[in-house]
Structure formats: structure tokens, C-alpha cells
């Protein structure tokens, strides 16, 4: 079998399926592979019981600037048209009510400043006083006694929004489609890179656990949370180190809600704040989360001490990442939030201390409403810079001009694919001297190229 080929992809999680299907469908590369650690795609972060299943815009997200919201709409924008256009309605995308609360009167206030503000980049978007938020979500104002709860409550939203996503059906779809579109292209599952070594010709040889060999002209490293290690090796990336977070989420029993319901984000925290999200692979089913806890993985595991990381502890435990830690846990109310996360993880008081977070949403919750979401959550890696001694909120990419490009894509990576794989096959298709017929991208995209 001929293992050479223009472009390889090294990781099929969302990110490398996204950027597999328009390296595909809209260049003259001849041959692409899509390489896959598992025995399927998207097994890891962009599997449905690891992240929100949701379709981060901007608009209920509250850590989010009007400006970042501006950026990831339209990468939002993106995915959504391009599940509507295909036809993928309640198969990859779903339509749900979403909304973001500000509870107390600085919250109420945080919150309608910040409504105006985000009305001018998100049409329709509406804002509901308390008693509107009681109408479209009635437990949130529902105090434990069963009368309404004490605080001022308002919200900023959509009743109605095509906001939710399984990116593992999305990533099968994306690579069904690539397919189809080159029959010269291939998806090699269970192929775990373990070297990549450049020939003398200036192309790549990658080498598998098993060892299986690929040769390519490009490689896009597109692995989540191995995208780091793997770039090391190549001796590119020494100046970061990697915070892998771990999230974990409880289901609440019954139907509490009716939407996506997101908090206010403590501006202090790199980390997202508790929210619900109903579950569009359990029939409805609510999940809040995530909890955050450093832990040495790139992936989680069923077990707490599973899956731990050798290559982690040769990133890390030098003395910029170090720093970096220390002076994060140095504010107080960090350090706070980092032990409550640990204590989240524990049985029997684990899930009593989320009770109290949790009824910051629902304060009807009890303890027999709450179950522990067992093996569901993923690592999700905060890039460190160790030479200015800080966390890198948001996507890192790491780009060498020597035919390599290592992509570290948390939160909202998922939502940007489309976005990131239009700017990673511009790289390539100049690297390659190839063509990327972008006017097509965008009309099918039925998006206008600003």
C-alpha cells in the first residue's frame, strides 16, 4: 500500500476532521490521511460525553469581551451553516433555548450593561427581568421552600437557538465528506505516533507504536492535548509548558431545566464558570459543570490515578511553569477555587459541596438530585508561557515554516474548527504551491468573505 502523501493529519478529533474535510473538498492536494490514535474518531475531546455540546458564540458566554465575541461568531457562524446547509438537524445540531443569569444586584448589573453592549453584535439576542426568566426558566427562580428565591435575577439570551452540537457526530461527518470528496484520501485509526523525523528531501516520516510508517510532504498536528509533547520532540514548543485541566460534570435527575443556563465568570478564574447544559445524547438529560482540577494527564481515565503522564512531567517540572503555578495560587480566592475543585472529585462530600455551587442555578436542588457524571469530562491544556511567566488563555499554535504546524486548541476550539482549518490550509496550500478555492468555502457556507 502506498503510504506517501502531500498532507498528513495527525489527530481526528473535531480540529483534524474539520481541516481533513477542506484540505479535501476544496483544494487540488492530491492525497490527505487522517491519523487517529483510538478505533475511532473523535474518542477523546470532542467525544459527546467530554465537553458541553455546545456552540460557543459569544453570546451567553460571559468571560468573553465583545471583541473575542465579534472573532468567534463568525467561527461559530461557520459550523452552525455548515450543519444546517448539510441537513444535520437534530442528527449533529439542536435547537434549544440558552441564556446567561446575573444573580444579585451586581450580577443584574454586570449583566444589563453587558446586554447592551452584545445587542449590537448578536441579533435577536433579548433580555428577560426576573419574572420573564421565571416564565422560560422556572426553577431558577424557585426557591428551596417552593416560593420565589430572595435575589434579583436577570438574564440575556435566545428563547430559541440552533446552539447545541455533538462534535463527535460532527468530526464522522466531516470525514465522510472528505472522502468522498478525494477517493485518494485515507483515515488510518489505532495509529499512535510515537516519532516524526523530517527525510532529506524535506518531507516527514511518521512513525506508529506498532510501528506503522506515513510519509508526507505537510504534517497539521491537531492532537488536543498531545500537540504539545509531540512538538517538543520535535524540538519545537521548549519555551511552554501545559496546565491540563481536568473537568468533571454531575447530572441533575429530572428535567430541570429547559436550556443552556450559564453564570457570570469570576474574572479572576482562567476557568469556566458552572453551567447547565442539557445533554442531547441522553434524551434531554442535564449535566452542570465542569469542575476544574490540574491534574499530571492529557487524558482522563476511569480511575483518579489513570493515565498519568511521563511526557507531562518532562514539560513541566521546570522552573517557568513552576513560577507560573505558584503565582496563580498565590490570590486567594484562586487558591480557593483550586482546593474546592480538588474536594469536588472526592465521594460523599464531593457532591455535597457542588450542591451548594449548583443552587446558585436551581436553589430548589437537593442532594438526591445530584449524581456524579462518571467518565465523563476531559483534559482540556492551558498553554504556560514560561518566558513571560504566563497562562496563555485560549488557542496556541506553533508554526515553524518547515512543513509542520502543531495546533493546541482548548475551549472554543471545537467551535473554531471550520475557522482554524481555513487558516491552516492557507499554510499549506502555499507551502505545497497548491490552490484553495476559498470563494467556494464561503459559498457554500452561504457567508459572505469579509
Known amino acids: 500500500m502506498d503510504n506517501n502523501f502531500d498532507v498528513a493529519i495527525i489527530g481526528g478529533g473535531i480540529s483534524g476532521s474539520a481541516a ?9 492536494i492530491n492525497k490527505v490521511v487522517l491519523l487517529e490514535k483510538c478505533d475511532k474518531l473523535a474518542s477523546i475531546s470532542s467525544h459527546s460525553t467530554a465537553n458541553s455540546q455546545t456552540i460557543h458564540d459569544g453570546s451567553i458566554e460571559t468571560n468573553y469581551t465583545a471583541q473575542k465575541a465579534r472573532k468567534v461568531k463568525v467561527a461559530a457562524d461557520k459550523v452552525k451553516n ?20 446575573g444573580v444579585g444586584d451586581k450580577e443584574c448589573e454586570f449583566m444589563t450593561k453587558r446586554h447592551n453592549e452584545f445587542s449590537n453584535i448578536f441579533e435577536g439576542i433579548t433580555f428577560f427581568n426576573k419574572e420573564e426568566v421565571k416564565r422560560i426558566e422556572p426553577k431558577i427562580i424557585e426557591s428551596l421552600d417552593g416560593g420565589d428565591r430572595s435575589e434579583n435575577v436577570v438574564a440575556s439570551g435566545y428563547e430559541e437557538s440552533w446552539c ?15 472522502m468522498k470528496a478525494n477517493p485518494n484520501n485515507q483515515v488510518k485509526t489505532n495509529f499512535k505516533v510515537m516519532s516524526i ?3 532529506e528531501d524535506g518531507s516527514y516520516k511518521i512513525i506508529s507504536k506498532n510501528k506503522r510508517i506515513i510519509n508526507a510532504k505537510f504534517i497539521l498536528v491537531n492532537a488536543g492535548s498531545y500537540s504539545l509533547p509531540l512538538a517538543q520532540k520535535c524540538g519545537y514548543g521548549k519555551d511552554l509548558g501545559c496546565l491540563p485541566v481536568a473537568g468533571s460534570f454531575y447530572f441533575v435527575n429530572g428535567e430541570f431545566l429547559r436550556g443552556k443556563v450559564y453564570g457570570v465568570q469570576n474574572p479572576k478564574l482562567p476557568f469556566a464558570a458552572l453551567h447547565g447544559d442539557p445533554d442531547i445524547s441522553l434524551n434531554g ?3 452542570f459543570g465542569p469542575t476544574a482540577i490540574v491534574m499530571p494527564k492529557l487524558e482522563r481515565s476511569e480511575h483518579l490515578f489513570g493515565n498519568l503522564s511521563s511526557e507531562l512531567l518532562i514539560i513541566d517540572f521546570k522552573l517557568g511553569t513552576l513560577k507560573v503555578g505558584f503565582d496563580l495560587l498565590k490570590d486567594s480566592e484562586i487558591r480557593s ?8 472529585e472526592l465521594p460523599f462530600i464531593g457532591k455535597r459541596l457542588f450542591l451548594q ?7 430548589s436542588l437537593s442532594l438526591d438530585d445530584l449524581t456524579y457524571a462518571r467518565g465523563y469530562g476531559e483534559v482540556r491544556p492551558q498553554v504556560i508561557d514560561m518566558t513571560l511567566r504566563k497562562l496563555e488563555l485560549g488557542e496556541k499554535k506553533i508554526t515553524t515554516n518547515k512543513g509542520i504546524t502543531f495546533n493546541m486548541t482548548p475551549s472554543p476550539g471545537a467551535t473554531s474548527c471550520l475557522q482554524n482549518a481555513e487558516i491552516d490550509t492557507l499554510e499549506i496550500v502555499k507551502y505545497l504551491n497548491k490552490n484553495f478555492d476559498i470563494d467556494r468555502f464561503y459559498n457554500d457556507l452561504g457567508m459572505s468573505r469579509s
Open 20 to 28: 481533513f474535510y477542506v484540505l479535501s473538498q476544496y483544494t487540488d
Open 82 to 101: 455548515y450543519a444546517l446547509n448539510k441537513g444535520l438537524q437534530n442528527k449533529v445540531i439542536f435547537k434549544m433555548q440558552k441564556i446567561a443569569i
Open 164 to 178: 447545541g452540537m455533538s462534535f463527535e457526530a460532527l468530526s464522522e461527518n466531516f470525514a465522510q465528506e472528505a
Open 197 to 199: 523525523k523530517q527525510n
Open 285 to 287: 438529560a442535564t449535566r
Open 337 to 344: 477555587y483550586a482546593f474546592r475543585n480538588i474536594l469536588f
Open 357 to 363: 455551587d449548583a443552587r446558585k442555578i436551581i436553589p
